[in-house]
């Protein structure tokens, strides 16, 4: 998609959910939002005294108006098809019931090239699956063509699940990076992009590594003036500096990619304790340092803008040593999993002070979704818990499992606020307030199957006609239990099933742990909307 140069002032109405702390939401029905030309967020209204117990979508255009007219000072509302707009007019968007407004995902860790192998892993863990299935496909797509075509569903697959924010490793060929920087402006999506960095002989395929430690940092240099070329500002994409792990790099190349962001001051992205093998191979690589975390310290690429990717078999003196330098951790919850790498202690890592959000990791993860991520995030942390409370390491048993488990909210934190933290946004995007920018998703949980609501009495009456806009599966599945309709079936489709009872939280949950992209409606970056599903 690509970005128009104009946005109009718009008001968004309805439920507004985010983040307020690690451990709570914020929840603002009958809130109305102003977004200015910028797509900043400038004003905030809401009508609890004037609708009590009613929903904002019974509220008349008129209050709204009122409010927006007179005490902002905004002009008259424009009709939503008018194509020119007086400067001071703004558009009205409502939400719709069942339906809330929603931070944009902050996807802390993908692999934009692997997208075309999500779901590939065999029999492998991480280091023979580098060699196997990682390396060859990366290689590939030094043809900008094949780079093209991948990039473009990767990021268009990222919005579509809600992510407006994303930090990209790419490869190591500069054209293809470039690329990516060029197809994350164009879809208007929020990127970090970093040329991948790995020059050591023997660890890296003949085919697929940096001639030497002064060609990767040319190349690398080549995309940051790329990025400053196609947006100078860095309002969209900013260039990240990204050693690919310690391994793969030789310490005099660590050494000038740290001199480099600190030239620079751009963030620094890496991975670090992933796996139980990979830490015993940094061991033996790097003698004189005492710890993983270490060999990032001494090259000077532990830094207060530094992402470092899993952190699943860190010491209780790296986490220290982390926590002091301002570091962050991205929790891969999907990829540790599937390559068997561990259990990642969140928990342990928040409670020492390190910022943590979510990344997808895909092709080590499965799926784009930072919603799936979440939800692993939740499952894992819960498995987490069984085994300290079968095995505790002190303490009681049930309180080593209590404080080992990640609950919705401090999943939806990570999602949101926590890699907003971890990206240095934390004062743009992850909450509705004055000042933030408008980084959102449009989420509907759709109808409710409450037979008793006076509104679905007619949806499940046995007398309407069979819908033509069915799916065959629906029918069948209407037409096996003779009980349900073709109008009850239909509802019954939607990911998220809610039966009229659901309080706020439990929704949430539902949506959390049930939930996939068609319950994201829509996506606005910077008040652009990047993102929009046919029924929209």
């Not at 900043?40 to 009122?66: C, M, P, Q, R, T």
């Not at 993908?110 to 991480?126: D, M, S, V």
């Not at 090259?299 to 982390?322: D, M």
Request: charged share 20%.
């Amino acid at each position: 998609m690509l970005q128009s140069s104009h946005l109009s002032r718009t008001v968004y109405a309805g439920t507004f959910i985010h983040a307020s702390s690690r451990n709570t939401l914020c929840v603002k029905e009958r809130t109305i939002v102003g977004v200015d030309e910028r797509g900043k967020i400038v004003a905030i209204a809401s009508f609890e005294a004037e609708i009590s117990g009613k929903d904002i979508e019974e509220l008349g255009d008129e209050w709204i108006d009122h409010t927006v007219k007179i005490q902002w000072g905004w002009g008259e509302r424009s009709d939503d098809h008018e194509e020119e707009m007086d400067s001071t007019g703004w558009k009205l968007v409502r939400a719709g019931k069942e339906r809330w407004w929603f931070p944009g995902f902050v996807d802390t860790h993908i692999h934009a090239p692997q997208y075309q192998n999500a779901g590939i892993f065999g029999e492998t863990t991480l280091l023979d699956w580098l060699e196997k299935y990682t390396y060859p496909i990366e290689a590939s797509l030094a043809d900008v063509t094949k780079a093209s075509l991948v990039y473009s569903h990767c990021v268009a697959a990222t919005l579509r699940h809600g992510t407006t924010t994303a930090a990209y490793f790419a490869t190591i060929a500069v054209p293809s990076t470039n690329r990516l920087a060029d197809v994350c402006m164009r879809a208007g999506q929020r990127a970090f992009i970093g040329r991948c960095n790995m020059d050591r002989p023997k660890l890296n395929p003949d085919y697929y590594r940096d001639e030497s430690s002064a060609s990767a940092i040319e190349d690398t240099r080549a995309t940051i003036a790329h990025i400053a070329q196609i947006d100078p500002k860095h309002d969209l994409v900013t260039p990240i500096i990204t050693p690919r792990f310690a391994p793969s790099c030789t310490p005099i190349l660590l050494s000038e990619l740290g001199k480099l962001s600190h030239e620079t001051l751009l963030p620094i992205q890496t991975h670090i304790s992933e796996n139980p093998d990979e830490v015993a191979l940094v061991a033996s690589l790097f003698q004189d340092q005492g710890s993983y975390a270490e060999v990032y310290d001494v090259h000077g690429l532990l830094t207060s803008r530094t992402i470092l990717a899993h952190a699943v078999h860190l010491t209780a003196e790296e986490r220290s040593l982390i926590s002091k330098r301002g570091s962050k951790v991205s929790h891969c919850p999907v990829s540790n999993s599937c390559l068997s790498s561990g259990l990642c202690p969140v928990k342990e890592l928040l409670n020492s002070g390190i910022d943590v959000g979510l990344g997808t990791d895909v092709s080590g993860g499965w799926s784009p979704s930072i919603l799936v991520a979440a939800r692993e995030a939740a499952t894992v942390s819960r498995i987490l818990a069984s085994v300290e409370r079968d095995h505790p390491l002190s303490g009681s048993k049930s309180s080593a499992a209590s404080t080992a488990k990640l609950t919705v909210e401090e999943c939806l934190y990570l999602a949101t606020v926590g890699g907003a933290s971890c990206l240095g946004l934390s004062h743009k995007i992850g909450r509705f307030e004055i000042g933030m920018e408008w980084d959102a998703q449009l989420v509907s949980l759709g109808p409710s199957l409450n037979l008793e609501h006076p509104e679905n009495k007619k949806i499940y009456s046995h007398d309407e006609e069979p819908s033509q806009i069915l799916s065959n599966d629906v029918i069948r599945e209407a037409e096996s239990l003779p009980f349900v309709t073709m109008a009850q079936a239909a509802v019954s489709d939607q990911p998220v099933q809610l039966w009229g009872k659901e309080s706020r939280a439990e929704k949430l949950a539902k949506w959390v742990f049930t939930g996939t992209e068609k319950n994201t409606l829509a996506v606005w970056v910077k008040g652009r909307i990047v993102h929009r599903r046919p029924e929209y």
